[in-house]
């Protein structure tokens, strides 16, 4: 999406293996009880399962599908070092109309509306979730520097990193949007036994990609990536062909290019290749040699359940990278704008570089906080559109992938 055309809308199931190498809050207080409730509709017994234990102060939130009566809503479980949220499914939590790449549309028939409008109808839909925003923030009081893996299984598009959490004087946190006070990164279900499991990763190695010259905007990338040591594929297919054969370990896979969104795998296309090409395939270099990948394409994070198969599966080009092995995956969740795109590639990977230490989801998140402002707008007020839509850009990038995956830079550079 070109930022000019504003005015036209107004305005792997792999087990965690080992614990984090840095404690940071260990001399925390005990966690308090957690909260007691009478059950809802759909309320299940949750049970951790003793195998998977997380890492002190990592969260894992699960979301699915549960068909309740005749409508299908999302349950979400919820499990901590320290507190667990009980399963529960209640009607509140039927499918929101809340993609981002709906509400970000550059037309208003396509649904789009203003920025402010969008932060606007996310901090109310977040009302009506009180349970979870008040597990998040007793996790918030106890883990000040939080992760939190959201495994959603639903194709509702739900824009988690836009979930608001009410200020709470008794958790000592103040309000924020979750994916701006909390490093947050996304799994999906691999069923795949080359997927890495959620670990301390680091990518170290070469940088290989693909940037589509032929638009001028994107193009633009290259100067970036060539100060990286990218080693630059002519085409997407020739990149993807080079992946599937083994080779030296890599820091990053960086593709700048096109992407056109639509529920069928054949539609559905990442520089012209159609994910129906790629499901189901492995790129061998990527389970030889991990490797963080950066998807700088519009709706390339998007997953969705191809209905002619009928088998309730999601799909998209998170899984093809993940299912072979990348060690975390940056994709978005929308029609980004090319300038937007390029900018956040910049911040992103300038603070991997300057902090190789920080965790890929905990740059973004910081990316993210610098932007947000201290109130809401009315939605109207054109000019705060303005600067709010380079916000919203920033929390329409999701990362997938383990909370500690760390990238290593130099060692890519020439
Ligand atoms: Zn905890």
């Known amino acids: ?99 981002l790449a709906t509400l970000m549309a550059r037309d208003a028939k396509a649904g789009g509306v203003a920025p402010a409008e969008t932060l606007h109808a996310m901090r109310a839909w977040s009302e009506s979730k009180g349970p979870l925003v008040r597990w998040l923030n007793r996790l918030r009081g106890h883990h000040p520097d939080l992760h939190l893996v959201i495994w959603d299984d639903t194709d509702f598009d739900i824009p988690w990193e836009l979930l608001w959490l009410r200020p709470s004087p008794a958790d000592g946190v103040a309000g924020g949007w979750l994916g701006a006070e909390v490093s947050v990164s996304r799994r999906t279900t691999l069923d795949s036994e080359y997927a890495r499991p959620m670990d301390d990763l680091r990518c170290e190695g070469e940088i290989v990609g693909y940037v589509d010259e032929a638009d001028a905007h994107i193009a633009a990338d290259l100067i970036l990536l060539q100060e990286f040591g990218l080693r630059r594929f002519p085409t997407l297919r020739g990149l993807l062909g080079h992946l599937e054969q083994a080779g030296l370990p890599l820091a990053m896979v960086y593709v700048a290019c096109h992407g056109e969104y639509a529920t069928e795998g054949f539609r559905y296309r990442l520089g012209g290749v159609p994910l129906g090409e790629l499901s189901g395939h492995i790129l061998t270099r990527l389970t030889d040699a991990g490797g963080l990948v950066f998807l700088n394409a519009c709706h390339s994070g998007r997953l969705i359940i191809e209905e002619r198969f009928n088998d309730q599966t999601l799909r998209g080009f998170v899984k093809v990278f993940l299912a072979s092995g990348a060690a975390g995956l940056i994709g978005t969740t929308g029609a980004v704008g090319t300038h937007t795109a390029k900018e956040v590639a910049r911040s992103i990977l300038e603070h991997l570089r300057r902090d190789p230490d920080t965790p890929v989801p905990q740059a973004l998140r910081d990316y993210r906080r610098a932007l947000v402002p201290a109130g809401l707008p009315p939605i109207d007020d054109i000019e705060a559109n303005r600067r709010l839509l380079r916000t919203l850009y920033t929390f329409m990038y999701v990362y997938y992938g383990s909370p500690q995956t760390t990238v290593a830079f130099e060692a890519g550079a020439p």
């Open 1 to 99: 999406m070109d930022e000019g055309r504003l005015g036209k809308v107004l305005f792997s199931t792999a087990p965690w293996r080992s614990r984090f190498r840095q404690q940071r809050h260990t001399a925390a207080a005990p966690p308090p009880p957690v909260e007691e409730r009478p059950p809802g509709v759909g309320l299940e017994p949750f049970a951790v399962k003793p195998e998977e234990p997380a890492p002190e102060g990592v969260a894992q939130l699960r979301v699915v599908r549960k068909r309740i009566g005749g409508e299908i809503v999302f349950g979400v479980s919820g499990s901590c070092c320290c507190s667990r949220l009980p399963f529960h499914a209640p009607p509140e939590h039927g499918r929101p109309g809340l993609a």
